[in-house]
């Protein structure tokens, strides 16, 4: 707290000053005070923040103008309208300017998607969003909207045996009504270089190439004036900015404002058609398109760009002129950061499952390696992990892409962030991602083939080489299965598996003899490895092309994801597919537990449950992601992207890669349960299943020596193999039996990603499973953390439990550890360091450091039989937390709040 | 690739010929705690043997001094299932109601006689036992699975306690193994064992941390029950042949006076060791008094007041001591 307290005396910042004079627009996912399946949470609101119905007015406007007209030409007319006359302000002290509401304390709403849930809303969670009028005015916008909206159709087309998964049930659900839209604009090669006026050019090059002959004709002709229209009102609501800050600047009576004012001024003019010439002009021009493909034609989350690289030329060239300074470049950045965090949307309430809190997910990453495999970190990286630690706002999540060439000034400095309290940079290890894109590639680059066009704009031939390599590693493991003994082959077969990866990337003699030697037969290796090099963080760990990695110019599908309870379908495996919550049969009917005869039998029915929810999911993803293609297409983000203008097609039509994925919600307990019912009820043969099954029926009441045996089974996240490998076994699987079920656009499901904080709904839902947990227990967050309290080893068996799920088989990657901030403090802070080295050489995808704030301490302290695994670590002293006296547990805890300070968390 | 096929063969080798002849070796430990980080270079794995000849009275480890089994309570995550009571054959569990309605449990410790019978029938792990049989070969397998952590920390298992040297052939044991691994070994020792002893680990070891907790015999056998002869000779013995890190705990009233200090200091300053460390006295401990049925001797005792540390870190540097550390926890 003291630091908190100390820096308000100190002189604040301009942009520390702009930063706390915001409104804060998170939004909070909370257990509802009576949670039931179907309403497991409750959102709530800070009540300072307002709806603005600007948007949805001036949209609602425009297609009631348009009626009849094809959908791309009405959307697109429905931005130039918004565009021409919302409001436009800019702060006092602003460098980098762009709003999307009327006021700075207020949220847009989008009623073509969906608009009931809001009204509904208005007599709870966000009664004090509108006042009187404003909810008069909605009304008379959802008058409009009733039989108009995306839902509404979507009702109407969905088959009655889906409509049951259109709401979450307690197993799957989706942002059917309120999609993600996750997107990459490709700022690297198409709006810096071209400017809105190269991309009209181009638009007007390639509408001249078609003749009328092509059966698409006239789509191709409403497309390209689509994009013309979004283009020039994007022209002239830049050009409105400029005005505004001049006239700003005419009345401004301070000097150093007027100077300000004068500045965004003239970047706004230069910039509102032509490319960006300087630092400031690239972040702003940036800031324009991000703000509008995210926040005002579609509310959708995601960055997904290296900004150490994107701003790079711009910065160097400014440097060299003697027009930047390092502070400079941070200061703006600060800016940047400032806006970026203020974005946010308010959500129905089901949204908020998958799209936590409506945050955006805006992460930038920093680091990597360039497209040569070499160190990639530069000054701006730095920059931005120093704007984090000024304004310490929670977006953009910083993402360190970590290889064995990092700077290890630049490790250093995100240790500095993390220990400060933020949390960031989480750490990405390139070693798993590019390791994981190459294993895609056969996938994903069949996906461009159609498309040569995308791969030869890249520069990169794959398939040939790609081909190869996958066939040789197949014909090898072909002879090895025939001939070997089984230990023998386990061990040749993962070598062979890693064969294609270390031929790539070994640094060795032996990789570069191998590669020059396929180079001198017209296979250059290294091209392969252009695209994966690449690669950025989307949002939370993952989402993107593909799974959280992402290219410049692709987009995803426009759903993205959908959400499934693991745990849920281990529950409908003991009972048959019935919720015992409220025993609606949701789940396929399987064979009756209490006959199976092996655990082999327990895990199949595990994973018909599965196939079963991801089928059924699978299918409105289809015809959801259809409906909104047709009714909501994306002019303006189809010149932002690689092909589109090209092709003469929007964006969300098939061309670009485009996956989905399905967030999992509770795999770690689900592990753990199957770990418990392999162990107990085959291997031991100590319980019975009936037993097990009453048991958890009865959430344990008069059960609980059984319940303490099943608490005592191994968990995952203590280095033991037994449940490590039921872990990493029931990943491949699971992804084994839904890689036949693929979305509309061809590409197979994955079971992946990451939740980022919705886990807790998925344990609502559930009744007590086998793992010990109790009726309505929270779930472990993340793909590969331990659940809480379960990871009894200390933080290294914790990794190591990790290391044994290979992320390019299982797809799962998102693992959070708490750490106490003394950990990398002082003496400790070069363990620390090689803690992470010997985490990125165990090849885990993923980590986020936590700090362990003050307030788990206290939970510990009013909850000690959730907290047994929190060790003090103290020299030659062996103890745990909640063994600590009372006195002395505070003593931890007012020492923690002193090492970490205060700053806002979400 | 290489590497990999390099470690594949020589698993094999060692599997095929490592089978030891020797019988393995058990010993008594209360905990194996990973991640430890300042118990030694590195990221190390601390084992804690239980049993010492020293009682200190400020000892933290209160669970460490008896080499026996004992009975450890946390009443706090107790849940009143009342199943220990049912099972305790000597009635030694005690419950009294209290007038905010819970009821408070105690162990009537004359009673009690160890046989762990409430502890297997407690459903919330408010009753431990602290203190289990173990054997040398299955410390190092859970040892081993850190390895890629000590490889790069510079880390690796430290033998702590209570006294490991109570146990020599199990600590032996322990130590050989390690070394066959080409784990980093850290022995942290109170010194008081026979020189023998000393002298069959010592080719095992790459690091001694010795305490060194008051020069006077006299003041050092009222406060820990045990002369420092022998400790002094041990540590001449061990000078020259080991690295050696010295560890002072620094007690209020006890060895905190400059005269203690400088006597510890000049003894430093004739040794030949790698680092001296003071270790601050801390309460830490002391919930596990209660939770042992002891009763806790120094709970007036202030910590180390900031000016004292400002003396002994003067000290140090006038005697041209550098490479002295004081953990503050």
């Known amino acids: 707290m003291s630091v908190g307290a100390q820096s308000l005396n100190v002189a604040r910042t301009p942009t520390q000053r702009l930063n706390e004079d915001r409104i804060y627009k998170i939004v909070q996912l909370r257990e509802a005070e009576e949670p039931s399946v179907h309403e497991p949470a409750k959102q709530t609101l800070n009540p300072d923040v307002k709806i603005c119905l600007e948007r949805a007015e001036l949209v609602t406007a425009s297609y009631r103008q348009t009626e009849g007209e094809p959908w791309i030409i009405r959307r697109a007319r429905a931005l130039a309208h918004l565009l021409d006359n919302m409001t436009i302000y800019i702060l006092d002290n602003e460098l980098i300017v762009g709003n999307y509401a009327s006021t700075p304390d207020s949220l847009p709403t989008y009623p073509e998607f969906s608009h009931m849930w809001l009204e509904k809303g208005l007599d709870n969670e966000f009664k004090h969003t509108l006042d009187e009028e404003g909810k008069k005015r909605l009304k008379e916008i959802n008058r409009y909207w009733v039989n108009h909206d995306v839902e509404h159709v979507l009702y109407e087309v969905v088959p009655d045996e889906l409509k049951n998964h259109l709401h979450w049930n307690g197993v799957v659900t989706g942002p059917w009504f309120w999609p993600l839209g996750h997107m990459v604009p490709n700022y690297q090669d198409r709006v810096f270089p071209l400017g809105i006026k190269g991309m009209l050019d181009e638009v007007d090059h390639y509408r001249s190439k078609i003749s009328e002959t092509d059966p698409e004709y006239r789509e191709k002709l409403d497309f390209y004036e689509a994009c013309e229209i979004s283009a020039r009102a994007v022209t002239a609501w830049i050009l409105r900015y400029a005005k505004l800050a001049q006239e700003k600047a005419a009345r401004a009576n301070d000097a150093r404002l007027k100077a300000d004012f004068l500045k965004v001024a003239g970047v706004c003019s230069n910039i509102a058609e032509n490319p960006p010439q300087n630092f400031h002009e690239a972040l702003q021009a940036f800031w324009f398109f991000h703000l509008l493909t995210t926040q005002i034609t579609w509310s959708s989350v995601g960055l997904g760009q290296r900004f150490d690289q994107l701003f790079y030329s711009y910065y160097r060239k400014d440097k060299e002129a003697g027009r930047l300074t390092y502070e400079g470049a941070v200061e703006l950045f600060e800016h940047l950061w400032i806006k970026l965090d203020d974005l946010g949307q308010i959500n129905p309430t089901e949204s908020c499952y998958i799209q936590v809190g409506g945050t955006k997910f805006q992460n930038v990453t920093i680091g990597g390696t360039d497209e040569f495999g070499n160190d990639a970190s530069n000054e701006l990286s730095f920059a931005c992990v120093d704007a984090t630690m000024n304004v310490r706002t929670l977006q953009p999540a910083l993402c360190l892409r970590y290889h064995d060439k990092i700077d290890p000034k630049l490790v250093d400095k995100s240790i500095d962030c993390i220990v400060s309290g933020m949390g960031m940079p989480s750490i990405f290890n390139d070693k798993a991602a590019i390791k994981y894109l190459l294993s895609l590639s056969s996938s994903v680059f069949k996906e461009f083939e159609p498309d040569r066009v995308t791969l030869d704009m890249l520069g990169v031939k794959v398939s040939g080489s790609t081909q190869v390599l996958s066939r040789s590693g197949r014909m090898a493991r072909r002879l090895v299965e025939k001939a070997l003994p089984v230990a023998v082959k386990e061990k040749l077969d993962n070598t062979l598996r890693e064969l294609p990866y270390f031929l790539l990337t070994d640094g060795g003699k032996t990789g570069a003899f191998i590669r020059s030697g396929l180079k001198k037969i017209g296979m250059d290796l290294d091209r392969l490895l252009v695209i994966p090099r690449s690669w950025a963080s989307v949002a939370c760990v993952g989402a993107g092309f593909p799974n959280g990695l992402v290219i410049q110019g692709t987009l995803t599908t426009i759903i993205t994801a959908g959400v499934l309870n693991f745990l849920k379908c281990l529950e409908y495996v003991l009972y048959q597919g019935v919720d015992p919550a409220t025993g609606n049969q949701l789940g396929i009917r399987t064979p009756d537990p209490r006959t199976f005869q092996s655990y082999d039998e327990f895990l199949a029915a595990f994973l018909e449950q599965l196939k079963h929810q991801i089928n059924m999911t699978g299918k409105i993803f289809e015809i959801a992601d259809r409906l909104y293609a047709e009714r909501t297409p994306r002019p303006l983000e189809s010149l932002l992207m690689n092909t589109p203008v090209i092709r003469g097609k929007d964006a969300t039509r098939k061309g670009d890669f485009a996956d989905s994925e399905i967030f999992t919600m509770g795999p770690v307990n689900a592990a753990d349960s199957l770990t418990a019912v392999k162990k107990l009820v085959f291997d031991d043969k100590s319980v019975s299943m009936d037993e097990l099954i009453n048991a958890c029926l009865a959430d344990w009441e008069e059960y609980e020596d059984l319940h303490r045996k099943c608490l005592d089974v191994p968990k995952f996240g203590n280095d033991n193999d037994y ?75 914790v990794l190591k439990s990790c290391s044994k799920v290979d992320p390019a088989q299982s797809w799962n990657q998102l693992c959070n550890q708490k750490i106490q901030p003394g950990f990398m403090k002082g003496k400790n802070r070069e363990m620390f360091t090689q803690y992470l080295k010997t985490w990125a050489s165990f090849n885990n995808w993923h980590i986020q450091f936590n700090c362990q704030d003050a307030e788990a301490l206290k939970d510990a302290q009013l909850h000690p039989e959730k907290h047994k695994n929190l060790v003090v670590r103290v020299a030659g002293y062996s103890a745990h937390f909640v063994d600590l006296t009372p006195g002395l547990q505070k003593d931890i805890i007012r020492r923690t709040e002193q090492d970490l300070g205060s700053f806002r968390s979400c | 690739m290489f590497d990999k096929l390099k470690r594949f063969s020589g698993n094999f080798i060692r599997t095929s010929s490592g089978k030891s002849r020797e019988p393995d070796v058990a010993g008594r430990i209360f905990n194996i705690q990973k991640f430890s980080i300042n118990d030694g270079p590195g990221i190390r794995t601390t084992v804690f043997f239980k049993g010492c000849p020293l009682h200190c009275a400020w000892c933290s480890n209160p669970e460490s001094i008896n080499p026996n089994p004992e009975l450890i309570t946390n009443f706090q995550v107790c849940v009143h299932c009342n199943q220990c009571v049912e099972a305790c054959t000597q009635n030694a569990i005690i419950v009294e109601n209290s007038e905010n309605s819970r009821p408070v449990r105690s162990i009537n410790r004359e009673k009690c006689n160890a046989c762990m019978d409430c502890v297997k029938n407690c459903t919330s792990g408010a009753l431990r036992s602290t203190g289990s049989t173990v054997s040398a070969k299955a410390v190092l397998e859970k040892v081993e699975q850190d390895v890629p952590f000590y490889n790069n920390s510079g880390g690796g298992i430290t033998l702590s306690g209570g006294e490991p040297l109570l146990q020599p052939e199990f600590a032996l044991a322990i130590l050989k193994l390690s070394k066959r691994k080409k784990i980093h070994t850290v022995l942290d020792t109170s010194g008081y064992a026979q020189k023998e002893v000393f002298k069959t680990v010592l080719p095992f070891l790459d690091l001694v941390m010795f305490d060194v907790k008051h020069m006077d015999p006299g003041i050092h056998k009222k406060y820990t029950g045990v002369d420092n002869r022998i400790i002094q000779e041990n540590l001449g013995y061990l000078n020259g042949k080991v690295n050696i890190w010295l560890r002072v705990p620094l007690i209020p009233g006890f060895n905190d006076d400059q005269e203690t200090i400088i006597k510890i200091l000049d003894l430093a300053g004739d040794l030949c060791i790698e680092k001296l460390f003071f270790l601050p006295y801390h309460q830490w401990g002391i919930g596990k008094y209660s939770g042992l049925g002891r009763t806790y001797t120094l709970s007036g005792l202030e910590s180390i007041p900031d000016e004292k540390i400002e003396v002994i870190r003067h000290l140090c540097k006038s005697r041209k001591i550098r490479n002295y550390d004081i953990e503050q926890g």
Do not use: W
């Open chain 1, 723 to 797: 449940a490590d490998q039921v872990l990493n076994q029931m990943y491949i699987k699971a992804n084994r039996a839904v890689s036949g079920i693929n979305n509309h656009l061809g590409v197979p499901f994955r079971l992946e990603a990451t939740l980022a904080g919705g886990y807790f709904i998925g344990g609502i839902s559930c009744g007590a499973t086998p793992d010990g947990r109790k009726k309505g227990e929270t779930v472990a967050d993340g793909q590969l953390s331990p659940m809480h309290g379960m990871d009894m080893n200390g933080p290294t068996a």
